[in-house]
């Protein structure tokens, strides 16, 4: 079984600040996992994904994410807020079965809220 | 290069009434999951299809049913709509090929289709 968890619905952040975005998963398997963005009624966008090639994954946007297997996380972080971060974020966690069959299973999602 | 397309971006329906969701997926890609996304809440993995067949299936009723087309289109059909229905369903394309499944099959979303029912 697999499942993550996105800890915090809503975060808010100065413009300019720190953004940290937490998510732990679960997994049988070492999983591949992603970060996507929401902005309001729009479909999900593809920050990053890890897929074991490095630990240290850098995505769109100046975001990148860690994957610590001994901590089972996936934190997303980018060093400086800018206003147009300020959408929903979901971490994913992917299994691969035999046929090619893909299991994808969604956080909760975290809110971001940048405050001028 | 097109993304995933998806059609109608906004309908709103009749409880008991059925709809059919459409979606198209990108270049390249032979493999579409639809996902339901209620509001406040993650997405949901309703089924997959690959090769004109349902691969998987989430925990949905059977009123949710799809079809997938040669040229790797597919369609979401929901009967006897409820009120819980409403929802943004997303369409998600990937690739099943070998080369691709070693980077994870990355799932590229579509903008969803925006489903009011009343």
């Known amino acids: 079984a697999q499942s993550v968890t996105q800890l915090g619905s809503h975060v808010s952040v100065s413009e300019g600040a720190l953004v940290l975005l937490r998510c732990n998963y679960s997994?049988?398997?070492?999983?591949?996992l992603f970060w996507y963005v929401q902005y309001p009624n729009q479909g999900l966008q593809l920050l990053l994904k890890y897929t074991s090639a490095a630990t240290l994954v850098k995505g769109i946007n100046g975001f990148e994410a860690e994957f610590k297997k001994s901590e089972t996380s996936f934190h997303l972080t980018k060093p400086s807020a800018h206003m147009s971060d300020a959408a929903e974020y979901f971490c994913a966690v992917s299994l691969l079965f035999s046929g090619g069959y893909q299991k994808v299973t969604f956080g909760t999602g975290t809110k971001l809220q940048v405050i001028p | 290069d097109a993304g995933v397309t998806q059609s109608p971006t906004h309908l709103i329906k009749t409880r008991g009434q059925q709809v059919t969701l459409r979606c198209s997926p990108k270049?390249?890609?032979?493999?579409v999951s639809w996902y339901q996304q209620a509001l406040g809440q993650g997405p949901q993995f309703i089924f997959q299809?690959?090769?004109?067949?349902?691969?998987q299936r989430g925990n949905f009723p059977d009123r949710f049913s799809g079809h997938q087309f040669p040229n790797y289109s597919s369609e979401l059909n929901v009967n006897a709509l409820l009120l819980g229905d409403s929802a943004l369903f997303l369409c998600a394309s990937s690739s099943n090929s070998i080369r691709d499944r070693g980077t994870g099959n990355t799932i590229y979303f579509g903008e969803g289709s925006w489903l009011t029912v009343v």
């Open positions: 299809y690959y090769e004109e067949e349902e691969r």
């Open positions: 997994s049988s398997v070492p999983p591949y």
């Open positions: 270049s390249g890609h032979d493999t």
